[in-house]
């Protein structure tokens, strides 16, 4: 029987890029979910270069016309999936906290999701897929599709990033290596601190995640729809149809959109101003410190990863609260916060009133800060694993990749923080143990730099990042995918090699249950 291998496409276009050659190398029934906005929607009904048996338009199956919910489905749906939908709903960025357009009301939200769960109860009860391959889950209801597929016994292919520059990991989960369970059996090469640090440099081609990612965001930041004429211009004269049919348009008319990406300039430069003329350019390193680098709103690692930890500024009173006297709390805010307008000077305020705290310009190296350390602190940042490799503890509060080290302390509970600083603040690394996470790392990495990718594809059809909604023309799209051939092909064939992996586990345990 023919393997059904559903698909989720999004707006990077990367996993329909990388089905086109897909089909080609495995022999399968192709389906595919797709979450777009209307004028791109247009190129799936028509396109000829993936054989999909069928498709589905995210948006098409919920409305705003119900107005109310049915509560006692979408209780049994909770039980059922072991969701905690709230979880999920409150830290939807479009929902609650970051959306300037639309104040969605609770039962408007509720009536969303349960056309949503319905859907895709659908979804599963009639094609029944045994593969789902996917982005990075970074909105709540690709997330709630991902948490469905283990009821269903369907093995996720999630395309997500280990903290390594230009390198990604295809697993169920963007926090374990798949059937990996511990670093107890693992064969490994003993290497120096030093020898560890190079292999990562290798990896990461010489610069570091945090600068890749920079030279991402000032490229395609949505600045770019005001700074430039041609996405202001297609902007202005494209139909104006999502805010009726997408919940992550409602409310943004043109009129809106302009006049907020106005306010954000202003706010933007204010906040910078501030940031300038308050943060520490040159912090004191000389006496002992604990280093806590902030989280990017609106990001997944916090949003989804870490849902009880969204609000920085009380995430930094808890941990202050919770080091030892001797010590010092350095924050420095991340420099990622520049693709968000940084954060509201109201908030900087309130940081730099909490004692025993020194805010720290995003302009500063985290690296000679991790260096200097005692002991970092994250949610579930980059940080973290880069703390090992300068022989530094790291507290986390979401499990990760790299939660695998023993001088990682996982938080389960905040109450327990102070003593787990305590605990790591005396623990030493053991290039033991890293030596062995990086042979599990390098086995399962693939060379795909998805920043890259969508990088060109930005530029390629929406005008640097500036305008998304736009018509997809299916001649520019097959040159766009013939001229990556090598890297897309690549692709494939490492989602290809992990659906052997999956059947092979599967077939073991079968054969170990009989």
Same mark, same amino acid.
């Given at each position: 029987?023919?393997?059904?291998?559903?698909?989720?496409?999004?707006s990077?276009?990367?996993?329909?890029c990388?089905a086109?050659?897909?089909?080609?190398?495995?022999?399968?029934?192709?389906?595919?979910?797709?979450?777009?906005?209307?004028?791109?929607?247009?190129?799936?009904?028509?396109?000829?270069?993936?054989?999909?048996?069928? %498709?589905?338009?995210?948006?098409?199956?919920?409305?705003?016309?119900?107005?109310?919910?049915?509560l006692?489905?979408?209780? &049994?749906?909770?039980?059922?999936?072991?969701?905690?939908?709230?979880?999920?709903?409150?830290?939807?960025?479009?929902?609650?906290?970051?959306?300037?357009?639309?104040?969605?009301?609770?039962?408007?939200?509720?009536?969303?999701?349960?056309?949503i769960?319905?859907?895709?109860?659908?979804?599963?009860?009639?094609?029944?897929?045994n593969?789902?391959?996917?982005?990075?889950?970074?909105?709540?209801?690709?997330?709630?599709?991902?948490?469905?597929?283990?009821?269903?016994?369907?093995?996720?292919?999630?395309?997500?990033?280990?903290?390594?520059?230009?390198?990604?990991?295809?697993?169920?989960?963007?926090t374990?290596?798949?059937?990996?369970?511990?670093?107890?059996?693992?064969e490994?090469?003993? &290497?120096?601190?030093?020898?560890?640090?190079?292999?990562?440099?290798?990896?990461?081609?010489?610069l570091?995640?945090?600068?890749?990612?920079?030279?991402?965001?000032e490229?395609?930041?949505?600045?770019?729809?005001i700074?430039?004429?041609?996405?202001?211009?297609?902007?202005?004269?494209?139909?104006?149809?999502?805010?009726?049919?997408?919940?992550?348009?409602?409310?943004?008319t043109?009129?809106?959109?302009?006049?907020?990406?106005?306010?954000?300039?202003?706010?933007?430069?204010?906040?910078?101003?501030?940031?300038?003329?308050?943060?520490?350019?040159?912090?004191e390193?000389n006496?002992?410190?604990?280093?806590?680098?902030?989280?990017?709103?609106?990001?997944?690692?916090?949003? %989804?990863?870490?849902?009880?930890?969204?609000?920085?500024?009380?995430?930094?009173?808890?941990?202050? $609260?919770?080091?030892? %006297?001797?010590?010092?709390?350095?924050?420095?805010?991340?420099?990622?916060? #520049?693709?968000?307008? #940084?954060?509201?000077?109201?908030?900087?305020?309130?940081?730099?009133?909490?004692?025993?705290?020194?805010?720290?310009?995003?302009?500063?190296?985290?690296?000679?800060?991790?260096?200097?350390?005692?002991?970092?602190?994250?949610?579930?940042?980059?940080?973290?694993?880069?703390a090992?490799?300068?022989?530094?503890?790291?507290?986390?509060?979401?499990?990760?990749?790299?939660?695998?080290?023993?001088?990682?302390?996982?938080?389960?509970?905040?109450?327990?923080?102070?003593?787990?600083? &305590?605990?790591?603040?005396?623990? $030493?690394?053991?290039?033991?143990?890293?030596? $062995?996470?990086? &042979?599990?790392?390098?086995?399962?990495?693939?060379?795909?730099?998805?920043?890259?990718f969508f990088?060109?594809?930005?530029?390629?059809?929406?005008?640097?990042?500036?305008?998304?909604?736009?018509?997809?023309?299916? $001649?520019?799209?097959?040159?766009?995918?013939?001229?990556?051939?090598?890297?897309?092909?690549?692709?494939?064939?490492?989602?290809?090699?992990?659906i052997?992996?999956?059947?092979?586990f599967?077939?073991?345990?079968?054969?170990?249950?009989?």
């Open positions: 029987m023919k393997d059904k291998v559903l698909f989720w496409l999004g990077d276009f990367t996993q329909f990388m086109y050659y897909f089909q080609k190398n495995h022999d399968c029934e192709m389906y595919a979910i797709i979450d777009i906005t209307n004028q791109p929607k247009k190129f799936f009904e028509t396109q000829k270069l993936v054989n999909f048996k069928k %498709i589905w338009f995210f948006h098409d199956n919920y409305d705003n016309k119900k107005t109310i919910p049915d006692e489905y979408l209780k &049994k749906f909770d039980e059922k999936y072991n969701m905690d939908l709230w979880k999920l709903l409150i830290n939807e960025r479009m929902f609650y906290g970051f959306y300037d357009f639309h104040k969605f009301s609770t039962n408007e939200i509720l009536c969303i999701e349960e056309q769960c319905k859907f895709f109860e659908k979804i599963f009860s009639e094609i029944k897929p593969f789902f391959i996917t982005k990075l889950t970074a909105f709540h209801h690709l997330e709630l599709f991902r948490k469905m597929c283990g009821h269903f016994n369907t093995r996720v292919l999630m395309l997500s990033n280990p903290k390594i520059s230009n390198r990604n990991i295809i697993s169920e989960n963007d374990k290596i798949d059937y990996i369970q511990n670093l107890d059996n693992i490994f090469i003993p &290497k120096t601190f030093d020898e560890l640090r190079a292999d990562i440099e290798k990896m990461n081609s010489g570091p995640m945090q600068k890749q990612l920079m030279g991402y965001w490229k395609h930041s949505s600045y770019s729809l700074s430039s004429l041609e996405p202001l211009m297609s902007f202005l004269f494209s139909p104006e149809t999502n805010t009726k049919t997408h919940y992550n348009y409602y409310g943004r043109k009129f809106r959109v302009l006049i907020h990406s106005f306010k954000l300039i202003l706010k933007k430069r204010i906040r910078e101003n501030f940031l300038k003329q308050n943060f520490s350019f040159k912090p390193t006496t002992p410190y604990i280093f806590l680098p902030l989280g990017i709103n609106q990001e997944r690692h916090i949003l %989804i990863g870490a849902p009880f930890y969204t609000n920085q500024l009380e995430f930094v009173k808890m941990v202050a $609260k919770s080091i030892p %006297i001797g010590y010092r709390l350095l924050v420095k805010e991340h420099p990622g916060m #520049w693709s968000r307008e #940084w954060r509201s000077t109201s908030e900087y305020k309130e940081l730099l009133k909490i004692p025993n705290v020194t805010m720290i310009h995003p302009s500063v190296s985290e690296i000679e800060l991790i260096k200097n350390s005692s002991l970092v602190i994250t949610t579930a940042g980059t940080s973290g694993f880069q090992t490799l300068y022989e530094k503890p790291s507290i986390i509060f979401s499990d990760t990749f790299y939660s695998y080290l023993s001088s990682v302390f996982r938080i389960e509970s905040i109450e327990e923080l102070p003593l787990t600083v &305590k605990k790591a603040l005396s623990t $030493k690394v053991d290039p033991t143990d890293l030596s $062995k996470y990086m &042979k599990i790392i390098s086995e399962n990495i693939i060379d795909f730099n998805f920043g890259t990088s060109e594809f930005n530029t390629a059809f929406y005008h640097n990042g500036g305008f998304l909604d736009v018509i997809i023309d299916e $001649k520019k799209m097959e040159s766009f995918i013939s001229d990556r051939e090598t890297e897309l092909e690549y692709l494939s064939k490492c989602h290809i090699e992990k052997q992996q999956h059947k092979k599967i077939q073991d345990d079968t054969c170990n249950l009989n």
